[in-house]
């Protein structure tokens, strides 16, 4: 599946789960205001369309291939089988749905406490050490092609707000940034930016 390829549209029931085995892929949301929210990103080893394979509901985001991607889809039934059948996977399943829960709680409090640069900072500091290419010189390049519009979607924040962050960090010279690419100088200094 090619970059920018839709795997699932939130709101369908497609009565499947896709494993990822390479490449990644975004999970998002439409907000109220008709603006995608970026949620999360995934990748290889990944698993996206549990949560409807288990309680038969719709898929709750669009996921979107960022790069190609290559997954292994498994149809819902068969998936809560093997969950019945092997409790080891189930726990680990379990797991990783309560680390998300916990992920998702962390990010509304960030709402809550951090200003857009500090949004902004947070998630680079994410995306560094999940999608990072560390440098001998202690920088690291974040390996994923998000646009400014798709990271203003997961800080809850406007493009134009975005801009102004990134233009804040890059002048007190923690980022260089390019067409679709982010190089983190000083990856120490994205923690406590932009507290209110």
């Known amino acids: 599946m090619g970059a920018g390829e ?25 907000g109220d205001d008709g603006r995608e929210i970026v949620l999360a990103v995934r990748g290889p080893g990944d698993i996206t369309g549990e949560l409807s394979a288990i309680d038969g509901l719709p898929h709750s985001a669009t996921t979107t ?10 149809g819902a039934d068969t998936f809560v ?6 409790p080891d996977v189930t726990l680990d399943l379990l797991r990783t749905v309560v680390g998300r829960l916990r992920d998702a709680d962390r990010k509304r409090v960030e709402f809550g406490s951090a200003d857009t640069v500090g949004r902004v900072a947070h998630r680079l500091a994410e995306l560094a050490a999940k ?19 798709e990271l203003a979607g997961w800080v809850g924040a406007s493009r134009e707000a975005v801009t ?15 067409r679709r690419s982010i190089r983190i100088i000083h990856p120490e200094r994205l923690d406590g930016f932009g507290r209110t």
């Open 65 to 74: 291939a960022l790069e190609p991607v290559e997954v292994l889809t498994i």
């Open 81 to 86: 089988g093997f969950l019945r059948d092997h």
């Open 164 to 178: 102004r962050a990134l233009r804040v960090l890059r002048d007190r010279g923690v980022i260089e940034t390019g």
């Open 6 to 30: 839709v795997l699932v549209h939130e709101g369908a029931t497609t009565g499947r789960v896709d494993v990822i085995v390479a490449g990644r892929v975004k999970a998002s949301a439409v």
């Open 131 to 149: 999608h990072g290419v560390a440098a001998a010189d202690g920088s690291v390049a974040i390996d994923l092609p998000l646009s400014q519009t």
